[in-house]
């Protein structure tokens, strides 16, 4: 089999064939045969662009892997040769940088940054290539679609950074010029300025503008001003971009300081360390640098006599106001006093305030007992009758505390009491009275220790004895209160009487030796025997009082005087009457002797008291 004339697989890939045998015999017997026939390809066919120009267009700023476009070429081939590869073959430009192809199916797509600014059309060359070598070409022509993706740029030709306060309105402050690289609308610009400031914007020609000022200028309504100028495109969105100037405005001195208080008020603990800084004062001034700088002076004046800064002291450049030294709330509770306040300008402009400083009370001061008094030389009883029913008023004690506020309000507490029972002291005003019924068992002598508190922070307190006597008759007052200690100038006097009345017996007893010895002696021993028993003798003089309560009640209407001295080994006694006395607290001496107190008291005479002791010591020896 011979090929006549050249195949087309593209035409015709598959060929059938019946091949057929014929004999020479007659009849003539054939046989027949079939041929099938695969005609191969061959790459005689070049891929071919279904266009030789594609149009597309993007928007500048697209994500990278963004589609541009999709190219198409075919092939009649087959297998190898009829397979397609596209590429970019661009090689003078950047488009290799911001195009890719897809090489398989055609499909273009962004890989760089497209901008508008930059590049406005692109050029893409694309070649499709078979595996047999054989081509084809076309084009797409990119339009880049612009965004408002650039702020206005604002430049500053000239500026001031000061204009004076004076200065006409009209006058230029600040040259500018603004750009926009977008196109259309967006690349149009107006600007403005802030609201509210005496300045404005006025265009010249093209993109400038010029500040001017607006209106009158005053330094001391505004020092200074800080003026934003913004410039905006008329893009959707719109994009804006602003500069901000600084403009102060030149200082003229007249405005004088003014305090930022109308008066001062202010406190300080007493006891204070010297030195202490008690507040700070300010005034200000409108004015700017010098003319604005504010010292403080403090005006001369007299506190209490003495010289205000002798208190008080003010820093110069602060306003800081220190205490001079340590004050005393009981002394001075608070002062008044001036300060000036002066500006640096020439000439100096001044105001003045008035400065009040308090001081605060401080519980240093312990509460004072007023009443009862007590004494180191006698004790003060109080007598209280058998038949006091429940609240008799024993007495009160009286207290003072020289603080004030709550560091003076006192409280009364029973600290100690021979019967706790029997009495209770009133919280608040002190009063001693009977909790029970006073009865026979009850022991006379009752002595309380009364604490008196303030309410202050760390408390104070100060303490007071009393003793109460209760009975009924002054004789069993005697009997218990006799053991209470002797005063040492009694013990003195005492002390030299039975001296002298030792020599004395001892001279008698040398004289009885001497006349009669037999029966002196006899006597001797006996004088000896009463005189040690005497030794020891209390000579007790007693003074009962008329005692009379708060209510005005009273034991005894009338009131005499008593002079009793015992022995020890004897029942009887003596009993000398004196003066009457009018008093309402019995006091018995720690010597023995017992005398009244009384607001006008009487003091007796204790040489005519001594008189009596030893004319009464004597006769009782004797």
Request: glycine share 6%; hydrophobic share 35%.
């Amino acid at each position: 089999m011979v090929l006549q004339k050249p195949l087309d697989r593209e035409k015709q890939e598959h060929l059938s064939l019946v091949l057929t045998a014929i004999d020479g015999g007659n009849p003539q017997l054939s046989g027949t045969a079939q041929i099938h026939i695969t005609v191969l390809d061959a790459n005689d066919n070049a891929p071919v662009f279904m266009h030789k120009i594609y149009k597309a267009s993007i928007t500048e700023n697209a994500l990278k892997g963004t589609s541009v476009t999709t190219v198409s070429a075919s092939d009649l081939d087959e297998g190898s040769y009829g397979k397609i590869t596209y590429a970019i073959k661009n090689t003078l430009d950047n488009v290799l940088e911001l195009f890719e192809i897809n090489e398989t199916n055609g499909e273009v797509r962004v890989k760089g940054l497209i901008d508008y600014e930059k590049a406005r059309h692109y050029q893409i060359h694309i070649q499709a290539s078979d595996d047999g070598g054989l081509t084809d070409s076309c084009k797409i022509d990119v339009d880049v679609v612009d965004i408002n993706d650039n702020k206005p740029q604002i430049n500053i030709m000239s500026k001031l950074t000061a204009i004076s306060e004076n200065s006409n309105p009209g006058t230029v402050v600040t040259m500018i010029n603004a750009q926009d690289p977008d196109a259309g609308e967006n690349g149009k610009i107006f600007c403005s300025v802030n609201e509210n400031i005496p300045f404005t914007l006025k265009s010249t020609n093209g993109n400038f503008f010029s500040l001017v000022t607006d209106g009158d200028l005053d330094r001391e309504r505004e020092s200074g001003y800080n003026i934003s100028v913004t410039c905006a495109d008329e893009g959707v969105p719109s994009l804006s971009s602003s500069v901000a100037l600084s403009l102060q405005i030149s200082d003229v001195n007249d405005n004088a300081p003014v305090f930022d208080k109308s008066s001062y008020e202010a406190s300080v603990q007493e006891n204070n360390t010297p030195g202490l800084s008690i507040f700070t004062i300010r005034a200000r001034d409108a004015d700017f640098n010098q003319n604005a700088r504010v010292s403080y002076i403090l005006e001369d004046s007299l506190v209490n006599g003495v010289p205000v800064s002798s208190l008080v002291s003010v820093s110069a450049d602060s306003g800081v106001i220190h205490a001079v030294r340590s004050f005393d709330y009981e002394q001075i509770k608070d002062f008044q006093f001036r300060v000036k306040s002066q500006d640096g300008g020439s000439p100096p402009l001044s105001s003045n305030v008035s400065v009040k400083i308090a001081i605060q009370d401080q519980n240093d001061n312990a509460p004072q007992v007023l009443y009862p008094v007590q004494s180191g030389a006698s004790v003060v009883a109080e007598i209280v009758p058998r038949s006091a029913d429940v609240g008799y008023l024993v007495t009160k004690v009286v207290a003072v505390d020289v603080d004030s506020g709550q560091n003076a309000w006192l409280s009364y507490k029973l600290q100690k009491a021979t019967d706790r029972a029997l009495f209770e002291v009133g919280l608040q005003n002190g009063e001693i009275r009977t909790v029970r019924q006073v009865t026979d068992k009850d022991a006379v002598k009752q002595r309380l220790t009364v604490v008196v508190e303030d309410n202050g922070q760390p408390s104070r307190s100060a303490t007071v004895s009393v003793n109460v006597a209760v009975a009924d008759s002054f004789p069993e007052v005697l009997s218990e209160f006799t053991d209470f200690p002797h005063d040492k100038n009694y013990n003195d006097n005492l002390t030299f009487y039975l001296v002298l009345a030792l020599a004395v017996v001892s001279f008698l007893f040398i004289v009885s030796i001497i006349a009669i010895l037999s029966v002196k002696c006899y006597r001797w021993r006996r004088e000896r025997m009463f005189y040690k028993s005497g030794a020891n003798l209390p000579v007790i003089p007693y003074y009962p009082p008329l005692y009379a309560d708060v209510g005005g009640t009273g034991t005894l209407q009338h009131v005499y005087n008593y002079e009793v001295c015992r022995t020890t080994d004897s029942r009887k006694s003596g009993l000398k009457y004196g003066r009457p006395c009018s008093e309402s607290i019995i006091s018995l001496d720690t010597n023995g002797t017992q005398t009244l107190t009384h607001v006008q008291r009487e003091r007796l005479n204790f040489d005519d008291c001594e008189d009596q002791v030893r004319n009464i010591f004597t006769e009782t020896l004797y």
